[in-house]
């Protein structure tokens, strides 16, 4: 399974490169800032936070940064957890706009010890800038919105 996700992540990277270069210009420039936690939050499983993840670790690594990547747990357990403060943590943090009203207490513990957050949504869901909008409320800094596609054929097993 792992060989499949890491040709399907190689795809990915290549299709779009230069849309990666941005997002990964943008994390590093956060992580430049003083940030040192980015999390990657949704509202909905199976949207592509992982697969984004790991394809910003892979080129924030080539690019020398000293970054790991941490899934299923909150931002700052994830951070307490990590043995070296120097290393920067990219985090698939999981869903945090289920479906509803936006609940701010539950946003604030979910964002606890994040210093910047990407969005991510499937195709099929419309923007909701309130979701942008309570972030910057609780002072966290958005930095993009990444919409994958949940109709997309899967690719054809590796040989």
Known sequence: MARRQDHVLAALLELAE???T???ARVDAALDGGGRVIALAGRERAEGRTTVARGLVQLLRMQGRDVVFREGLPPAEAAARDESSARSLIADAGVWFPPGPVHRGRLARAALGCHAVILVRTAARPACPAHEQALHALGV???GE???RSDAP???PIP
Request: no cysteine.
């Open 18 to 20: 230069a849309e990666w």
């Open 146 to 148: 990444i919409v994958t």
């Open 22 to 24: 941005h997002l990964a």
């Open 154 to 156: 899967p690719l054809r």
């Open 141 to 143: 800094p958005v930095l």
